[in-house]
């Protein structure tokens, strides 16, 4: 292992080339469905950046070949490393059920066969989800419990459609080894199991035999199981979207923050990443535009605070990192993305670029509102556009370890040739944020530089579909993280709309309910007209 090895393993770890070469979840099965090319690597690490994994070869598909391939069954060799033989990946296409529900399973060991010649052993589970063509997929595997024959796994929470899609009858291999440090891990037993029969073990324990088909080939009669494995829980729950709390009232409120720092350039000059051409959006623009455009469908009332930060206002030029694109810092709302749009071309005229650049303002602007309302029943999203060095990097780590226990997230476009490695930093992939010791709750911020998803042929319309699909591909799980971390279940669902029925009216004063020809065309009724006569003889 290039960074280190670890007496565990967890469910995207590899289990060495004891295993079929196809190391996907449910989840990277259904991803790798939807893309055109699959990548290989060998895990070195728990690093998310691929750079700091072994490449092992591509290969390039559609899903048509996968669901045309004999059994939706898509073999292919790997290619990518010149005068090697990359070997071959499999591809099974599967369509998914609408099942919601996950369940909390936990197991524990009992009496499990003995590997280690000077200690006992170390198990650990690996489940299977079986495939409609009769093969197997890894779906889950536990972390290994050291030098024990009775282990007590940590309970894990799993899609019941990762493990069977759904099917509560479909057969679930459970696999039990004996972790070795060289990779090469002993097989101790197997036992078979379906979602229906665990999730009748809810009341009581359910004890698997686990047997191992050589042993019992071998020894026969003497040989009676090596060992059990009980299902101590099985808790089923049904999971939650991020719709199902918008239709129960969650209002999304969004928030823009843009860098006005000299860097940027003459607003006036082409070469300004703020130059306001009459024939095209500049990259501010489009970035405010493609990922607005989206959020502002789950704002009620469209009204949007737009923030500006690192400019010289006027009158007396003194320095804000914090102020209203509109003018009003008592009221910064403005109505709708046209409304921001519009704000930010007039403060492009009235303010002067200047510096630094600082993120830790508008953090605590939006974090402020966000503390108010805990309760699940709004949810804010600050988007800050800028094109460089962060000049107050401590200050805005320490603003989003405090934003991170809010109902807040950030998206951070970067714009323009920089290099963003601050920004980078913040996004918290590599490695979870913190500041002074304090690491933040959650990761709740998404940057993306706009560079990266630029169309070379010129297509804006493009470039922003992009750049919206990347930057708000988190939010949902922040949402739903800060949800079920706190217990907040989405409000009730309004009533459905059913046309109101027309009022009853008596037999007899139907006949008087008649329009008259003279006032056909207003519709006006004949007792209408009447009672207006009668107050206007009064």
Known sequence: MACGESSSLSSNEALSSRFPPVRQTAQDQEKSCLAQCRTEYDLDCKSDNLSKHDFLGQAFCTLGEIVGSLGSRLEKPLIGIPGKKCGTIIVRAEELSNCRESVMLQFCGNKLDKKDFFGKSDPFLVFYRSNEDGSFTICHKTEVVKNTLDPVWQAFKIPVRALCNGDYDRSIKVEVYDWDRDGGHDFIGEFSTSYREMSRSQSQFHIYEVLNPKKKGKKKKKYQNSGTVTLLSCLVDTELSFLDYIRGGTQINFTVAIDFTASNGNPSQPTSLHYMSPYQLNDYAMALRAVGEIIQDYDSDKMFPALGFGAKLPPDGRVSH?????????????????????????????????????????????????????????????????????????????????????????????????????????????????????????????????????????????????????????????????????????????????????????????????????????????????????????
């Open 322 to 538: 914090e102020f209203a694109l509109n003018g009003n810092p008592q009221n910064p709302y403005c109505n709708g993305i046209e409304g921001v749009m519009e704000a930010y071309y007039q403060s492009l005229k009235s303010v002067r670029l200047y510096g630094p650049t600082h993120f830790s303002p508008v953090i605590n602007h939006v974090a402020r509102y966000a503390s108010a309302v805990t309760d699940g029943s709004q949810y804010f999203i600050l988007l800050i556009i800028s094109d460089g060095v962060i000049t107050d990097m401590a200050q805005t780590k320490e603003s989003i370890v405090n934003a991170a226990s809010l109902p807040m997230s950030i998206i951070i476009v970067g714009v323009g040739p920089a290099e963003f490695d601050e920004m980078i930093e913040l996004d918290g992939d590599e490695e979870r944020i913190s500041s002074q010791g304090r690491y933040a709750e959650r990761d709740i911020v998404q940057f993306v530089p706009f560079r990266d998803y630029i169309d070379r042929r010129g297509n804006h319309i493009l470039s922003m579909a992009r750049l919206a699909k990347e930057v708000l591909a988190e939010i949902p799980d922040q949402f739903l993280s800060y949800m079920r971390t706190r217990g907040i279940k989405p409000g009730p669902l309004p009533p459905p709309y059913t046309p109101c029925p027309p009022p009853a009216v008596h037999p007899l004063l139907a006949r008087r309910e008649i329009t008259h020809p003279s006032f056909h065309t207003s519709g006006t009724t004949y007792e209408e007209h009447r009672d207006s006569k009668a107050i206007k003889q009064t």
